[in-house]
């Protein structure tokens, strides 16, 4: 049986103690799982990644990570700060949040260096990586030359040359071609197979199936109201409908005004 990685108990944040984030939030996660967070705008997709990365802390309840009661002041502590941070790698849903050295190659080298990897190495990595990506060609650019899907592809870059034993993805794929979309699906995928841990959360609903073992749905009350195999949420139309994860598209045919479902998508 896997090991947790991850527990959330009845999780409850307010973002400035007034704005509820997550509202009795249950989840685990296990090592080597593929899962995906989905749910509407506002449910608080971004916010449990957040929390899963230690960037902030449960009002009430608790999450455990690697053994340990996640709280600031275990976050303070430099010893298990620093394998922490080697463990679990975040790519933000805005990658400009991310990308902040003069050129692509100091940004994917920065978080080594900071965990104190030899030079050497880290240049290797930062060949090997860049190869797999298929971004040799923006090493030398500056971040904010590049377009959103490039910058998408060196923000995962940054995590993979930190080796971590965990990916936390917020939308990876939002606003991205389908080349793109393909090519960072396939890099979760492989990086799973070679055990690693994948945490994504997004309202791409095309993706779902592909990127995850068990989905678990945030609804409007803030807290996961289902959990299951992507297919079986992916094929309840009425739950998607409920939860806002499908739109409905109107068109013209034969003189006649026809609605259908559609699958929330950023690529078609």
Do not use: W
């Not at 080298?109 to 990595?125: A, E, H, N, S, T």
């Not at 923006?138 to 995590?159: F, M, T, Y």
């Not at 936390?168 to 990086?191: F, K």
Request: charge should be negative; hydrophobic fraction near 40%; aromatic fraction near 6%.
């Amino acid at each position: 049986m896997a090991k947790p990685l991850f527990e959330l108990k009845d999780v409850y944040f307010s973002y400035m103690g007034k704005f509820p984030a997550l509202c009795g939030v249950n989840l685990t996660i296990e090592e080597g799982a593929k899962v995906c967070v989905i749910g509407a705008n506002g449910t608080g997709k971004s916010t449990i990644l957040n929390m899963l990365d230690g960037l902030i802390f449960a009002g009430s309840g608790s999450m455990k990570a690697f053994d340990r009661n996640i709280t600031s002041g275990v976050m303070s502590e430099p010893g298990f700060s620093r394998v922490f941070r080697k463990s679990v790698g975040f790519v933000f849903q805005n990658p400009d949040a991310q990308l902040f050295c003069p050129s692509v190659k100091e940004d994917i080298m920065f978080g080594p260096l900071q965990l104190g990897v030899q030079l050497d190495k880290i240049k290797k990595g930062v060949d090997i990586i860049a190869n797999r990506l298929k971004i040799n060609n923006l090493l030398n650019r500056q971040p904010h030359q590049l377009s959103i899907g490039e910058k998408k592809k060196v923000s995962i870059a940054c995590v993979m040359a930190v080796e971590p034993d965990v990916f936390l993805l917020d939308e990876p794929t939002a606003g991205l071609d389908p080349a793109t979309t393909r090519d960072i699906i396939d890099i979760l995928l492989e990086e799973n197979m070679a055990g690693k841990t994948i945490v994504t959360a997004t309202h791409d609903m095309h993706i779902v199936g592909e990127i995850s073992d068990i989905a678990h749905v945030l609804g409007r009350n803030k807290k996961i109201i289902r959990s299951a195999v992507p297919d079986e949420i992916l094929l309840d139309c009425e739950f998607l409908k409920d939860n806002n994860l499908v739109h409905v598209h109107r068109h013209m045919h034969d003189g006649r005004i026809h609605a259908h479902p559609h699958l929330h998508t950023e690529h078609h």
